[in-house]
Nanobody
Framework: QVQLVESGGGLVQAGGSLRLSCAAS????????MGWFRQAPGKEREFVAR????????YYADSVKGRFTISRNNAENTVYLQMNSLKPGDTAVYSC???????????????WGQGTQVTVSS
């Protein structure tokens, strides 16, 4: 089992940057694939980015490709999401998740953080 706590959200103007952090507890952190998801008011939860547990390969939603970067530090039990060139459409609650399978579907992830709010003004 792993516990996840996100931080780093806030209010930023369009074109700005934020870095989200997800701190994990539990000695099995390195066994999990990690993903970032987001949910805006009135919308479904959507995939943002994921990073594998084995080779560290990454994958991004088309909407954030080239702007966001996911990374992980297994020694620190932390996964990051660097967000650049933010747009108003990026406004959402961002959550990190851990799962045993490499996937972009949120239902495939077993463990979730509480989420952190990101608001991008025009």
């Amino acid at each position: 089992q792993v516990q996840l706590v996100e931080s780093g959200g806030g209010l930023v103007q369009a074109g700005g940057s934020l870095r989200l952090s997800c701190a994990a507890s539990g000695r099995t952190f390195s066994d999990y694939n990690m993903g970032w998801f987001r949910q805006a008011p009135g919308k479904e939860r959507e995939f943002v980015a994921r990073i594998s547990r084995s080779d560290g390969s990454t994958y991004y939603a088309d909407s954030v490709k080239g702007r966001f970067t996911i990374s992980r530090n297994n020694a620190e039990n932390t996964v990051y999401l660097q967000m650049n060139s933010l747009k108003p459409g990026d406004t959402a609650v961002y959550s990190c998740a851990a799962g045993l399978r490499v996937d972009t579907r949120w239902r495939e992830y077993a463990y979730w953080g509480q989420g952190t709010q990101v608001t991008v003004s025009s």
